[in-house]
Structure formats: structure tokens, C-alpha cells
């Protein structure tokens, strides 16, 4: 109705118009596009100045796209990208580049990032996202995107959920969670003969342990094949990897204009998905509350706090929130990634499940919490997959201090930076560990150098982060991979299926490094002895 109402005012307007109008509204249209495209390259210009005048190196920037052009045209992801200029750029210890229109400082001195992430971290603690907790209440309070004091309060307060303690507590749901894992691809109608795609199934586990930890439910992720429950829905409606959400649209245009976020102030979690989460939230802390039902999940541990500090539950909710999505889509990718390269390399599937009889010899059938880190080949293809296949490629930080950092070491130029508050800076995560520079063979699966990591420099291979942001649910995140991938083993052969495309390649637009059409394995059972 409306398009045929403006169709007619066109038509109508074409009517009205003579032709020397026409020729005065196309001349002004002309002058409009020269004016914008002027601004354009002088805007460019002033801003190519940006790293001209500190005098550092960097390739030539387009206007708009930066040196990500191949990123943002959907070709490569930003850790492709990044990753080119990375090496190109060999013996600099820094580079200066433009995300899209965004000055960045790409480190590559291990020294400087050692600076960075650690010894001088109070000039750069805050990471990149800017999210307005009044805008999105349950996102705006997730640890990673808290700044400043707000970010050292709420680490303060939350460290104590994360204990070795608290997870040895929370290790009995986790093993009910896996052996319903490992129930569950035993009876899949596809596991031995056309595979299971990995990252849908190790989201189930991932899934269910978050949800029963910090929202204290069973989240009902192993009831179907086919569908999907409530809370495995909930779960994709904010974090879809494929999905062109406008979340993920969001996330992207942070982290390609940041400056945009300055002017528009958006949520991340949709507020119908708020609604829900809170409702989750306040209904069983109120049952807990009712029938004086006593947990050791982190639940109610924020619980606790809530006590204290008098929180809302929409506090209480951020909190469990921040486990949640930190804690389930991070450890799902790591954990698909574990089982694809145990499947490439079956020796070490063997030498695991050789560690597994072992521990279960020496503790009457079980694997336990303590058993668990205990399990050097489980241990060192953990590592390893997090080397070799990264969930991530960079890590973004905020200058919050004038600094000015000068190279030690000889191999790299004697070249020097002057960073001011605001300034970004690129920390190339993957792409040092993945650097044959440091690591022999990088592109080669050898769990064998991960057997003595002591002895790997922690300037280089920091898979958890470093100094005081480094991950926090660490432990959690190594307990339900290492304890998933255990039972997994122990119980099934895994091989490719076909339908997983090798090399793999990467999805351009995920936050996290997904693999594009899936990986497909198949799980032939161990018939066991006794
Ligand atoms: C194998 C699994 C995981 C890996 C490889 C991983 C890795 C990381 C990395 C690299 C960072 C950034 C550190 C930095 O900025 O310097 C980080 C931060 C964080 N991680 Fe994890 N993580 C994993 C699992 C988890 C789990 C299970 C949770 C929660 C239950 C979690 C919660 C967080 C939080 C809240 C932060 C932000 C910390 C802060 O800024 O203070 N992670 N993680």
C-alpha cells in the first residue's frame, strides 16, 4: 500500500517536473556525491597521518575498509586477515594498522606483549567492548566487557567462584552430564555410520553443564536427536554462529567502527531473552529459597553474594550469565576442535585410553576430579588442540596510560611507540603460537611439545590470557573438556566422516573460529573386556 502510495508521488512528481528541474536535482545530486567522496579521502588522509606521524610501520590503508577489506568483503576472517600482515611484517616488533577505519597497533614482539598482558597491564586492562549496563543489564555485567573500577570489583567478587574447591563440588553433575553424553551418541541412529556433526554435539554437554552450574536446571539437551529443548533454543537465539543476527551484526560493527558504539548504544541480549533468563533465574532461586535447598553450584554461590551485597536478580542473573555464555560456547569450540584432532591423529586416541585403564585400575573404576589432571596425554592434546586450532586469533586491548615501549631484543628493529590513552592494541594470540619462529612444525599436530609446558614461553603460548584478565572459569573450562573427552575415548573409536571438509576452512563472520559445513565424525563403540 504504502510503496504504491510513493510509486505514485514519483510518478506524479515526473509529471510536474520539467526538464530543466530534472537537471538541477541530478546536478545537485552530482554535487552532493563529490562533496561526500571529497570528505571521504581528507577524513582518510588525516587519518593515514595517525601511525605517519609516530613514525610506525604499517601498510597502506583504503579508505573505509582499512586493511581488512578481505574480512569485511567476507572472504577471510579478521585472524586471516591479521595473520598476512603479521607475517609480512617479520622482524618489527609492531605494526600500525586500520581496522576498517579504526587505528590499531598489531604487536609482534613477545616481550611488548608480555608488557601488555602483565608487567604493565595497568595501562591496558580494559579490553575493547563498550557495553552500557543501563542498555543491556545481563551482557553489559559479563566480566569480559566490564571496564575499569566496575571491572576490578566484580573480579574481586567473582574469583571466589572459580576455586579448585568449588569445582571439585560441581565435578559430580559434570560426570552424570558426560555419561549422558556418552549414552547418548551410542544411541544415535547415525554415530557409526554417516557420523554426528561435533560442535551441535559437544554444545549439548557444554550446554547442560552451564545450565545446571549457573542456572541450576537441567537444561534437557539430551532428549532429542532431532529437536531442540527450551534452554537449547534460548542458548541459540543470542550466540548463533551462522545466523545473521542482529547481535552478531552488532558485535561485528564493534569490532570493526568501535567508535560507533560511542553514538549508538545497543544490547547484545535481546530483551525477550532477558525476560526469559530472569525468569529462569528468580524462579528456582525463590524455590531454593522456599524448600531451603542447599547447592554447590555457582548458582548459589551468586546466591550468597546476592545476600551480601544486596543484588536484584537481574544481578543475580548477569552473573549466572556471565558463567554461561563465557562458559559453554568457548569450551564446545575447544572441545569439537580436541575430538577432530584425535580423530586426525587415532595414536594419541590410543595412548589416552591407555592413561584412562591406568587411572581407573588405581580408583575403583573412576576417573576423578584429582585423576583427571593427572592424565599427561589428555593434558598435552588439550594444549596442543589449543595451539594448533585456537578458538580465537587476536585479543583486543584499551590504552588507558601514555607508554612508550622501545624493543630489548636484537631480533626485532630498534623502532619505538608512544601509545596514548584510547590508543588500541592488537595481541596476536594465535598467531604467536602458531609462529614457526617458536613452535617447530607449527602447522603439525605434536602433543609430544606440550609434554613439558613449563618450558614454553608464557610470552608466547598464554591459551587462557595472561595477568589479571586471564580466564577466569580456566578451571572449569579444562574440567568439562578433559572430563568429556575422556569418557568420549574411553568408550568410542573416533575417524572423520567425509563430510567434513579438509583442510577446514573457517566461517568469515563468527566471533569464535568455527569451521564452515560442520565437522563430521563418526563414533564406533569399544566393546570392552569386562
Ligand atoms: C577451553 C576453554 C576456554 C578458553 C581457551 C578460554 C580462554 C579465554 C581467554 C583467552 C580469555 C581472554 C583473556 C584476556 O583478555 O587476557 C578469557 C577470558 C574470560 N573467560 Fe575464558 N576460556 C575458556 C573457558 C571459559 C569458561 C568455561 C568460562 C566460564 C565458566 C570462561 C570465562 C571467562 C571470562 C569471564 C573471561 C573474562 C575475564 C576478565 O576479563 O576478567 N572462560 N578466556
Given at each position: 500500500m504504502i510503496i504504491r502510495r510513493s510509486k505514485f508521488v514519483l510518478v506524479s512528481t515526473q509529471f510536474i517536473c520539467t526538464t530543466q528541474e530534472l537537471l538541477l536535482l541530478s546536478n545537485m545530486f552530482g554535487l552532493l556525491l563529490i562533496v561526500f567522496v571529497v570528505l571521504i579521502i581528507l577524513w582518510h588522509k588525516i587519518r593515514t597521518h595517525h601511525w605517519i606521524k609516530r613514525q610506525v610501520p604499517g601498510p597502506q590503508p583504503w579508505p573505509i575498509v582499512g586493511n581488512i577489506a578481505e574480512h569485511l568483503f567476507g572472504r577471510k576472517t579478521i585472524g586471516q586477515v591479521i595473520k598476512e600482515i603479521y607475517r609480512k611484517y617479520e622482524g618489527y616488533p609492531f605494526v600500525g594498522i586500520f581496522r576498517a577505519t579504526h587505528p590499531c597497533l598489531l604487536v609482534r614482539d613477545p616481550e611488548f606483549v608480555h608488557k601488555i598482558m602483565v608487567t604493565d597491564q595497568k595501562a591496558f586492562y580494559n579490553n575493547e567492548f563498550n557495553i552500557d549496563k543501563k542498555i543491556d543489564p545481563l551482557f553489559g555485567q559479563n566480566l569480559f566487557v566490564l571496564r575499569d573500577q566496575d571491572w576490578k570489583d566484580t573480579r574481586q567478587m567473582l574469583t571466589a567462584g572459580f576455586t579448585s574447591l568449588k569445582m571439585k563440588f560441581m565435578y559430580e553433575n559434570l560426570t552424570e552430564n558426560a555419561r549422558r553424553l556418552v549414552e547418548f551418541i551410542q544411541n544415535h541412529p547415525t554415530a557409526e555410520d554417516d557420523g554426528i556433526e561435533t560442535r551441535e554435539l559437544t554444545k549439548r554437554f557444554t550446554?547442560?553443564?552451564?545450565?545446571?552450574?549457573?542456572?541450576?536446571?537441567?537444561?534437557?539437551?539430551?532428549?532429542?536427536?532431532?529437536?531442540?529443548?527450551?534452554?537449547?533454543?534460548?542458548?541459540?537465539?543470542?550466540?548463533?554462529?551462522?545466523?545473521?543476527?542482529?547481535?552478531?551484526?552488532?558485535?561485528?560493527?564493534?569490532?570493526?567502527?568501535?567508535?560507533?558504539?560511542?553514538?549508538?548504544?545497543?544490547?547484545?541480549?535481546?530483551?525477550?531473552?532477558?525476560?526469559?533468563?530472569?525468569?529462569?533465574?528468580?524462579?528456582?532461586?525463590?524455590?531454593?529459597?522456599?524448600?531451603?535447598?542447599?547447592?554447590?553450584?555457582?548458582?548459589?554461590?551468586i546466591s550468597q553474594l546476592a545476600k551480601e551485597k544486596g543484588f536484584d536478580d537481574t544481578e543475580i542473573t548477569a552473573h549466572s550469565v556471565t558463567f554461561f555464555f563465557d562458559g559453554y560456547e568457548s569450551s564446545s569450540n575447544v572441545f569439537t576442535y580436541l575430538l577432530l584432532n584425535l580423530a586426525l591423529h587415532p595414536q594419541y586416541q590410543e595412548k589416552i585410553r591407555e592413561e584412562i585403564r591406568k587411572v581407573e585400575e588405581e580408583n575403583n573404576g573412576e576417573i576423578t576430579y584429582d585423576t583427571l589432571n593427572e592424565m599427561k596425554w589428555l593434558d598435552a592434546c588439550f594444549y596442543e588442540t589449543l595451539r594448533i586450532s585456537p578458538f580465537l586469533d587476536i585479543l583486543v586491548k584499551k590504552c588507558t596510560q601514555s607508554y612508550k615501549y622501545t624493543p630489548e631484543n636484537p631480533d626485532f628493529k630498534k623502532l619505538s611507540v608512544k601509545l596514548y590513552p584510547g590508543d588500541t592494541v592488537i595481541i596476536p594470540y594465535s598467531l604467536l603460537m602458531n609462529d614457526e619462529k617458536y613452535f617447530e612444525n607449527p602447522d603439525k599436530f605434536m602433543p609430544e611439545r606440550m609434554m613439558n609446558r613449563d618450558n614454553i614461553n608464557k610470552a608466547i603460548f598464554f591459551p587462557f590470557g595472561s595477568g589479571a584478565r586471564v580466564c577466569i572459569g580456566q578451571r572449569f573450562g579444562l574440567m568439562q573438556i578433559k572430563l568429556g573427552a575422556a569418557q568420549v575415548i574411553k568408550n568410542f573409536q573416533i575417524s572423520p566422516d567425509p563430510k567434513t571438509k579438509l583442510p577446514i576452512r573457517l566461517i568469515p563472520f563468527s566471533f569464535l573460529n568455527e569451521v564452515k559445513g560442520g565437522v563430521f565424525l563418526k563414533y564406533k563403540r569399544i566393546e570392552r573386556k569386562n
Open positions: 550446554l547442560e553443564n552451564v545450565a545446571s552450574a549457573a542456572f541450576g536446571i537441567d537444561g534437557k539437551c539430551f532428549e532429542s536427536f532431532t529437536e531442540l529443548s527450551e534452554f537449547m533454543k534460548l542458548a541459540n537465539s543470542v550466540l548463533e554462529p551462522e545466523a545473521l543476527s542482529l547481535s552478531r551484526i552488532l558485535i561485528q560493527l564493534n569490532a570493526i567502527f568501535p567508535v560507533a558504539s560511542y553514538f549508538i548504544s545497543f544490547r547484545i541480549i535481546p530483551k525477550e531473552i532477558e525476560q526469559k533468563l530472569v525468569q529462569i533465574v528468580s524462579d528456582v532461586v525463590k524455590y531454593r529459597k522456599e524448600n531451603h535447598v542447599q547447592s554447590n553450584d555457582y548458582l548459589q554461590f
